[in-house]
């Protein structure tokens, strides 16, 4: 109960402290936001190359995730499977930011599994499991907010309210990894998706401010 209470004590300050501030801080959120009106990741990540340009995003994905800062490219693995990687760069609000459960659910896709998954000692993504007709994908996201990562959406919102309040415009991202389960099983598509995120980690905690 006392967690609890403390907890919902520094949303509230954290809360108030952003509209206190939230003039003076308006100039620096703006060039913020400004630098980072497209993404820009490398065509080679580790031992992951670049399949062709990014992929295209239709008008209603801007329209749900109200933003236009979405990158979203396929990548060859070392095995010569693509993997897919999508980032929605959310800005210094979080509005961009939700469950991607609620749009795989929405476009048709059957939740098999989802659980917390350790990327190496770096962090903890959520892992899913989604079926849809005779195709299967394991699915591997995260939230990035300043420098923290995770896949609980509801620790990153408090990462969030914890920067909001004591450094102040924090950005948020989310970041996903898709790819297909082959013959050899979920486990090893897991084990390329965290192989993968493993080697992205470092390019997107220097690229995505």
């Not at 760069?89 to 048709?108: K, M, N």
């Amino acid at each position: 109960m006392k967690h609890y209470v403390i907890t919902l004590v520094l949303l509230a300050a954290a809360s108030a402290g952003h509209f206190s501030f939230l003039a003076a801080q308006e100039e620096d959120v703006v060039k913020k936001d400004a630098v980072m009106q497209t993404l820009d990741m490398p065509e080679q990540i580790g031992a992951y190359r670049a399949l062709g340009n990014q992929v295209g995003v239709d008008a209603h994905t801007v329209d749900v995730l109200q933003t236009s800062t979405i990158f979203v490219r396929n990548y060859l693995s070392p095995r010569g499977a693509p993997v897919q990687l999508t980032i929605v760069y959310a800005g210094t609000t979080r509005r961009s930011l939700h469950f991607p459960e609620v749009c795989l659910v929405g476009d048709g896709w059957d939740i098999q599994e989802q659980a917390p998954y350790p990327v190496g000692i770096l962090f903890t993504a959520k892992r899913l499991v989604l079926a849809k007709g005779n195709q299967t994908e394991a699915v591997l996201y995260w939230f990035k907010t300043g420098d923290d990562f995770t896949g609980n959406f509801f620790l990153n919102a408090m990462d969030w309210a914890m920067e909001q309040f004591t450094r102040g415009a924090p950005t948020s991202s989310m970041i996903k990894l898709t790819m297909r389960v082959g013959p050899q099983g979920r486990e090893a598509a897991f084990a390329t998706l965290e192989d993968f995120a493993e080697k992205l980690t470092p390019i997107v905690r220097d690229r995505i401010k």
